[in-house]
């Protein structure tokens, strides 16, 4: 999301200086505001970069506010694009000048608050357009959403509540710059070594060919990288054997490595495989077999380790929703030939897909749309009971932070069960989706739920003939009485948001995640500028705090807090925020470069991000932007 080349000088701390206003004094300008909304009219239907389109109907938005096309658009860009969350600020204008702009007006406000995790807020827009619904019940504009999409929607947003106050110990880690760009990047696949990855990008440098498809944006292509040292190296398309001028991904790795399944736009899509050669290089690629390629969608699979199973998803007819995953089976002469849906048990009447069965051959990860999720694509798995009757485990959603409110997809794992990759949109990412690793959280050394052990086996005790027993005294044994464990009480932490000159309270965006682990904490909103975060965690930790408001200026922070306990905690902070003014300094955090390089560490992305976030919303904002050198190289080195 952050761009380089909006970078004068950056260094381990920075200082913001404000030092222009004029274009906020000039907010109302409505002359200009159209000019920016025709720009990206015309931008969107000659060439349709929807982000090029966003950047200058947000301009326009904020030239005049009261502008509700222009408002509308902006919102609608960003739940196209990235910055789905940020979407909720242009709808709400429209909601509170106009209200009857559009009839789904409420939907898209409830929206974007799911997007930025805010599941009350949600669900209150929601139930707003519920009631609209039921008092116009035969409206049939075509700004209508249907009753069964709202209700799925709030049941999504409790789910994520639930999924939000219950976090699953794992870390979530971007994998960095190496490998992601600012453009889309999913679809990891890496070998049992763990020392090789091939995914799929649709990042302008490095692709085959310059033709771009119809949304502006280059063709999927695949690229690849080693590591070396314990460190990715840069990633580079994997060459035009595979690439076409078409769209091209990768699928799926073989267990050894040396087969790699790759999904070709030919026809309505297709899987193909390649194998590779002794020097390192990759065979022509050949179709799998009509069983298994028919003539619809085909975009993902998955293969046991003995060779013997293959899962893949499909869009052809005769099953129970758009995309469902089935199975195939190898005979005995190593021929593909048995086809079987998988069934009610994973499938469902909306989509399912990147299936990747472990190395145990018996647990499933998949992606659905259909199942109890917190919105879009979520992650879930499922045990193998039976293989011969095809029977599954009620799928388990892996919970949060690995699901989210937008699409997570694309999950495989490790030979040795600890790690896993996948694709993701975060606010810490670069761009679109990013690659990110799941380890199990330094603070719980656990693994994730993994497939169910094999039943203990049954011992039959041979029937006996009932024997009367020797009458013996009874000596009563005396327990220790065992006193129960107390309970643990939620760390209670308050943020009071107030203006920093008048001192008022104020309704801002207040976000707590965990700095390393990126894990973020549930807020309730307390009203009148007041928000609160229940700590569960029983160890100490560090969160990063941040707080934004529109036509102020951000402010992140690292506390540290105390683990939970029996004992009853509470802490009260209180953020003061600076309105955008000139001569108004601030300090951004956690921006450091790694050593003796040019780039960021990704703990300096969500910070990057807030700041770029600020500048386009306040079209016009000059800042001048100092730093100093590293605390790790000596005074003549830096």
């Not at 995309?323 to 009447?349: A, H, M, Q």
């Amino acid at each position: 999301m952050f761009s380089l080349s909006r970078i004068l000088f950056f260094s381990a701390c920075l200082l913001l200086l404000f030092v222009a206003d004029s274009a906020l004094a000039q907010g109302q300008d409505k002359e200009q505001a159209k000019l920016y909304l025709e720009q990206a009219e015309l931008i969107l239907a000659e060439t349709k970069a929807e982000d090029d389109a966003r950047d200058l109907m947000v301009t326009a938005a904020n030239y005049d506010t009261t502008f509700i096309k222009a408002n509308f658009e902006a919102g609608h860009l960003y739940l196209k694009t990235i910055g789905k969350d940020l979407a909720v600020k242009y709808f709400l204008r429209i909601y509170r000048q106009d209200p009857d702009y559009r009839f789904d007006i409420e939907y898209w406000v409830a929206t974007s608050y799911q997007f930025g995790l805010e599941f009350d807020k949600a669900i209150d827009f929601y139930t707003r357009y519920k009631n609209k619904l039921t008092k116009k019940p035969n409206y049939q504009g075509k700004d209508k959403v249907d009753m069964k999409e709202v209700d799925r929607r709030i049941a999504e947003c409790k789910n994520g509540k639930e999924f939000v106050a219950n976090p699953k110990p794992f870390s979530i880690v971007n994998i960095g710059r190496e490998i992601n760009s600012e453009f889309e990047d999913y679809a990891p696949v890496l070998n049992a070594s763990e020392d090789e990855i091939v995914f799929t990008t649709r990042r302008r440098d490095g692709n085959t060919y310059e033709n771009v498809a119809d949304d502006n944006k280059p063709f999927e292509d695949i690229f690849t990288t080693t590591r070396s040292s314990g460190n990715w190296q840069k990633a580079k398309n994997i060459g035009p054997s595979l690439n076409t001028n078409s769209h091209d991904s990768n699928l799926a790795f073989s267990p050894d490595g040396n087969m790699l399944f790759v999904y070709k736009d030919v026809g309505n899509g297709d899987i193909y495989f390649t194998e590779r050669k002794k020097d390192g290089t990759w065979s022509e690629l050949e179709a799998l077999p009509g069983i298994i390629n028919s003539t619809y969608r085909e975009s993902s699979v998955s293969i046991t380790k003995d060779g013997e199973l293959l899962y893949f998803a499909s869009e052809r007819p005769g099953g129970y929703g758009a995309s469902d995953i089935y199975v195939c089976y190898k005979d005995s002469r190593g021929e593909w030939t048995r086809v079987k849906n998988l069934g009610p048990t994973i499938n469902t009447e909306y989509d399912e897909d990147g299936p990747f069965i472990d190395y145990d051959g018996k647990t499933l990860y998949f992606s659905s749309q259909g199942r109890k999720g917190m919105g879009g694509f979520d992650i879930f798995k499922s045990n193998l009971l039976d293989k011969e009757k095809n029977e599954w485990s009620e799928p388990e959603n892996m919970g949060y932070p690995i699901n989210s409110p937008d699409d997570d997809i694309y999950f495989s794992g490790t030979k040795d069960g600890k790690r896993w990759y996948y694709s993701s949109v975060r606010a810490d990412g670069l761009g679109y989706s990013d690659i990110y690793k799941i380890e199990p959280s330094s603070d719980e050394k656990k693994t994730p739920p993994v497939a169910a052990k094999e039943p203990e086996p049954v011992i039959e005790t041979p029937k006996v003939e009932p024997v009367e027993p020797v009458k013996e005294p009874v000596v009563e044994e005396v327990k220790p009485k065992v006193e129960p464990k107390p309970a643990v009480v939620p760390v209670q932490y308050v943020v009071n948001v107030v203006d920093a000159d008048s001192k008022s309270p104020l309704d801002a965006k207040v976000r707590m995640q965990g700095l390393k682990d990126n894990v973020m904490v549930g807020v309730e909103d307390l009203g009148g500028g007041s928000y609160k975060f229940s700590i569960v965690a029983t160890k100490p930790k560090d969160y990063r705090l941040s707080v934004e408001k529109e036509g102020y200026v951000f402010q992140t922070l690292s506390v540290k807090i105390e683990g939970a306990s029996a004992k009853e905690k509470a802490i009260t902070k209180t953020i003061e925020l600076r309105k955008l003014s000139v001569g108004v300094v601030s300090i951004l955090r956690n921006i450091y470069f790694d050593f003796e390089k040019a780039t960021f560490k990704t703990e300096a992305y969500p910070e990057l991000n807030k700041l770029e976030t600020m500048m386009k919303q306040n079209t016009g904002l000059q800042v001048e932007i100092g730093g100093h050198t590293d605390s790790v190289g000596d005074n003549k080195f830096n």
